[in-house]
Every structure is written in structure tokens, then in C-alpha cells.
């Protein structure tokens, strides 16, 4: 039985008493008067879907946990690398626009601090880089008319790259195409969802995707199947 539909139909889940409602106004006032590092996603909200607190990777952002929480973003060219650590239930995601910048820009936005970010978060928490293993999602070439390598195949060449030297293993992936993804991924378990998004016009996903607002991304794409991994 799948774990996520068992906590959403449990009768003895305190998510589904009475007073389900108070408890996850409570559980969500907590998470977001929690102080948050640079760089760390901070938009909270109840999932209805998976009846579960979840997060909204922002471009640049990453978040890092060992609860039950969904982290959640949607992907143009971006990648997502979702790392967990089986032995101590430590999981993150990342999302992050080009592999490389400038070499004093610390920023989420480069897969070259934001891949180091993330694992160091997760070490923090308890992970440990030896058993750390690894799902790869997004890359999309979202804009039209390229002849020569595009953004998400040069972001999807620098995660697999950089996971290989780190000697992190990668069970799956869903990268390149032409879809934009949302991505669902659950750090206790290292459960994965990924649903491709239609879209008809590709240089507004990726100037949507690159301010940030991928909330109305989410909410202006329909479309495509769902692949459980």
C-alpha cells in the first residue's frame, strides 16, 4: 500500500480528525515563523492532493528535510536534483538555472554552488555523502529555435557530470525534451513524482520560469501524464 494514500485515508491520522484543520494551520504557522537560511525555499502551503504540508522550490532556492513534508517546483530548462540519504531518511531538491557563473557568485541559481548546497545541507541534517543517492528531473528546451546546445542540455550534461564525479548513484531521471515538468518529491522516502506540463507557448515558460513565478506556471499548465518513480 502506498504510504502517501495510507496518511491521507487513516482514520487514526490526526490529519483526518476533527480538528484537521486546526492542526494544519498550526503545523504551517510553525513552519513559516521558522527562521530560514539564504537561499532556503520559505513558501508553505497544504497540499490537498497528497493531504500533506508542502514547500515551493523557487529558481535558486533548495530545501532540505527529514520530515514528512512534499518539496515541490516546476521545471522549463531548470534542473532539479532530488539527493536522499536511505540510511538517514535526509532528503532535498534543488533548482537551479545555468551550471556555472561567475566565480564570487554564490548563488542557488548556479548548479556549481547549488549542487555543494544541497549536500552540505543534508550532511548537516545526518546524511552522509557515501550513501547519498540521486533523481534528475528537467532540462526542457523550452524555447524554440535553437540549433546548438540549449540551456537544458547544458545544465543536464553538468548534474550528470557532477553526480558521476561525486560518485552519487542516479536511480532515475526524466530530463530534455521539449516538456516543462512539475516535480514532487518526498525526503523521508526518496519518492519521486513528475507530471510533464503542456504549454503552448514555450518563451513565456521561460521567462515565467526565470522570475521566479512558477506558482502561476502551475497554475496556467494542464496536461501530460504522471510517472511514479
Same mark, same amino acid.
Given at each position: ?10 482514520? *487514526? ?5 476533527? /480538528? ?57 530548462? #531548470?534542473?532539479?536534483? #532530488? ?9 532535498? %531538491? ?21 549542487? $555543494? ?18 533523481? !534528475? ?5 523550452? %524555447? ?39 516535480? #514532487? ?7 519521486? %513524482? !513528475? ?13 515565467? $520560469?526565470?522570475? *521566479? ?13 504522471? /510517472?511514479?518513480?
Amino acid at each position: 500500500m502506498n504510504v502517501y494514500n495510507r496518511r491521507a485515508t487513516d482514520p *487514526g491520522n490526526p490529519r483526518n480528525s476533527p /480538528d484537521s484543520g486546526l492542526q494544519k494551520s498550526d503545523s504551517l504557522i510553525a513552519l513559516r515563523r521558522q527562521s530560514r537560511k539564504p537561499g532556503e525555499a520559505s513558501f508553505f502551503f497544504f497540499d490537498h492532493h497528497f493531504q500533506s504540508d508542502a514547500v515551493k522550490v523557487l529558481p535558486g532556492e533548495y530545501f532540505v528535510a527529514n520530515t514528512d513534508i512534499v518539496i515541490m517546483t516546476v521545471l522549463g530548462s #531548470c534542473i532539479a536534483a #532530488c539527493i536522499w540519504d536511505a540510511k538517514s531518511g535526509v532528503g532535498g %531538491m534543488n533548482h537551479f538555472m545555468l551550471p556555472d557563473g561567475d566565480s564570487s557568485d554564490t548563488s542557488g541559481r548556479y548548479g556549481s554552488y547549488a549542487m $555543494e548546497l544541497l549536500i552540505n545541507e543534508m550532511i548537516k541534517l545526518g546524511a552522509r555523502r557515501e550513501s547519498m543517492q540521486a533523481k !534528475v528531473f528537467g532540462g526542457g528546451q523550452v %524555447m524554440a529555435g535553437f540549433t546548438t546546445m540549449n540551456v537544458g542540455e547544458r545544465n543536464t550534461k553538468f548534474v550528470m557530470d557532477y553526480l558521476h564525479t561525486e560518485h552519487i548513484t542516479v536511480l532515475s531521471k526524466d530530463v530534455l525534451d521539449i516538456y516543462p515538468r512539475k516535480v #514532487c518529491f518526498f525526503p523521508t522516502s526518496g519518492k519521486a %513524482m !513528475v507530471k510533464r506540463l503542456a504549454h503552448s507557448h514555450p518563451e513565456t515558460l521561460e521567462s515565467t $520560469e526565470r522570475r *521566479g513565478n512558477v506558482v502561476a506556471l502551475a497554475k496556467t499548465t494542464a496536461g501530460g501524464s504522471v /510517472d511514479l518513480f
